[in-house]
T-cell receptor
């Protein structure tokens, strides 16, 4: 279903603990993204990766870290430094845009993280 | 920095009426503008997109218009149905291939 798998669907953690969200895709897409969704604020970009072993900070990268060791996988770690981690996290992938071709994002089903 | 503003934040229409959602973007280099629909508890799904070399695109009851001079683009839904009720997001592709999203519009279609 869409070729992007996020797990788990719901995740609960205690404050002060790091937690890693999984994102796997089998679409052979080069680019992968992590977005955070809060009510009334749309989707905000956390990190993105255009190619294996390379990634860039998005607009709200503080308190998060990522790795891109494999094309298929782009895990996101929410660290204890993230002040307000409770949110809905969406992973997405795309063929990177080229000068004459733009590819839409394909989203996973999301992980709802609750930190108490 | 790059920004996309979306209006209105909520929209309520009667079944059969039209709905229009408007977005403006700040990055004049943006050249790709997708629209996503997100139903409650589900992931966003692409419904239509437009590239900067086109002024209008239509797909059945959905159309998107783009005014590059004014940096505006809009989503038009005609003959709305209850199943059109969802949150709609516009987006613009900015520098470094980053897709910047608007804050979303919650559309409610009443029977």
């Amino acid at each position: 279903d869409g070729g992007i798998t996020q797990s788990p669907k719901y995740l609960f953690r205690k404050e002060g603990q790091n937690v890693t969200l999984s994102c796997e895709q089998n679409l052979n897409h080069d680019a992968m993204y992590w977005y955070r969704q809060d009510p009334g604020q749309g989707l905000r970009l956390i990190y993105y990766s255009q190619i294996v072993n390379d990634f860039q900070k998005g607009d709200i990268a503080e308190g998060y870290s990522v790795s891109r060791e494999k094309k298929e996988s782009f895990p996101l770690t929410v660290t204890s430094a993230q002040k307000n981690p409770t949110a809905f996290y969406l992973c997405a992938s795309s063929i990177p845009p080229r000068s004459s071709y733009n590819s839409p994002l394909h989203f996973g089903n999301g992980t709802r993280l609750t930190v108490t | 920095g790059e920004n996309v503003e979306q209006h209105p934040s909520t929209l309520s229409v009667q079944e059969g009426d039209s709905a229009v959602i408007k977005c403006t973007y700040s990055d004049s280099a943006s050249n790709y503008f997708p629209w996503y629909k997100q139903e409650l508890g589900k992931r966003p799904q692409l419904i239509i997109d437009i590239r900067s070399n086109v002024g209008e695109k239509k797909d059945q009851r959905i159309a998107v218009t783009l005014n590059k001079t004014a940096k505006h683009f809009s989503l038009h839904i005609t003959e709305t149905q209850p199943e059109d009720s969802a949150v709609y997001f516009c987006a613009a592709l900015g520098g470094y291939n980053k897709l910047i999203f608007g804050a979303g519009t919650r559309l409610a279609v009443h029977p």
